[in-house]
């Protein structure tokens, strides 16, 4: 196994390894006969130019470690820019250029998912585009605004919709109104959703703005927004239809959405699930299914339900700071010991580190969206749909990455 070098490589050449093994390093001597004229960019013009010259290079043991050791991690390095063994391409290296549309407010998976992409940003990962809400009520804008701020991007644009849609408030964005001394415990400067900017405008914006072929969207709430962007009229913002400037600047859509097998309870025979993301408007969940221009990935109920989320990170991982609004919506969502399945966080990871093997992904096909809400997935050849899957093996790793990036911490 090779190490790094070691103080012995500071010891004169010829010395006795210190290790005491068996193996003794000797100076190795190479010979090399070069024609001089390949160094005659270098000879002065009196130096003759027909002779050879023997080179010799000694080389001390140290030297010859640090070789090995340069040789190998430039393999490393080589390897590492390979993905099943294909060489990665720098494109693929850039950050995904992401837009997060959220029902967040209603269960909490949404604001962990959210917590999840600022530290992928952190790393260079992705970028937050935009946020826009499904959820209709006014305190899901500021409560988002502060999970930006703390994370150190609260100027990122947040997109609303008056749908109707889930109106109450639930049981943790009022967490962003709570003041200590008359300060915000999390500060954020976006009080109201009354004053935030249509989603369907926000996400034109975006879009609009952006290069071709470049956008990447995670929708882990209600198809709502994306229904409507698909129905938007050519304005100021873009000479587009919604289709089109779908179809021109997005990459990818990847939904929490559905259920792809039937879910088995504690008590019961498994039944056929109605996911609460498609029954909280179905409509606009057929519109994305049957209309959506671009390939769609689908991570379906029981993603999230195979990979529950930890508790105990929820108690340990976020105490580097005295109050913490990731920690405290869990809480006042489903306190510990509760593990809560991490279905929003499937759909944003498999996006933004699709090579990864966290997951792996059915061949192509089409989801359908029935009348009363639910969702069946069948392969053919030529479908824009591909869902999810997980392994046993998988759910160990997967699942810790889905920790680690949760909670970690602002830079
Ligand atoms: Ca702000
Ligand atoms: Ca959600």
Known sequence: MLSAPDSSDQRGAGERNPSGSSLRLRSYRTTITIKQSFFSFLRKPTQPSTTTMNLTLAIKPSLLRRLSVAFFLGMAFFLGTLENGLPVSGADLAPVKLIFDTDIGNDVDDVLALGMIHALQTRGECELLCVTITKDNDQAAPFTDAVNTFYGRGNIPIGVCRSGVTPDAGRFIPLASIKDD????????????????DAVTV????????????????????????????????????????????K?????????????????????????????????????????????????????????????????????????????????????????????????????????????????????????VADDGLTTFVQNGNGKHQILKISEEQKARTTEALMLLSSQPPK
């Open 182 to 197: 008359d300060q915000y415990r999390y500060p954020h400067d976006l009080v109201s959703g009354k004053d935030a900017s």
């Open 203 to 246: 996400l034109r914006q975006t879009l609009a703005a952006a290069s071709d072929n470049s956008i990447v969207i995670a929708q882990v709430g209600f198809s709502t927004n994306l229904a409507n962007l698909l129905r938007s009229e050519p304005d100021s913002i873009s000479d587009l239809g919604g289709i089109e400037l779908v």
């Open 248 to 368: 021109q600047k997005v990459k990818l859509l990847s939904m929490m959405a559905g259920a792809f097998q039937q879910i088995t309870r504690a008590s019961g025979p498994p039944y056929d699930h109605k996911e609460y993301n498609v029954i909280k408007d179905i409509a606009a969940a057929q519109r994305i299914a049957t209309q959506w221009p671009t390939p769609v990935l689908w991570s379906g109920f029981e993603i999230g339900l195979a990979l529950p989320y930890p508790h105990q990170s929820i108690e340990r991982d976020f105490r580097y700071v005295d109050h913490h609004l990731l920690s405290e919506a869990y809480i006042a969502y489903n306190p510990p010991p509760h593990d809560r399945p991490t279905w929003d966080l499937t759909s944003v990871l498999q996006v933004i580190r699709p090579t990864r093997g966290y997951f792996d992904l059915s061949l192509k096909g089409t989801v359908t």
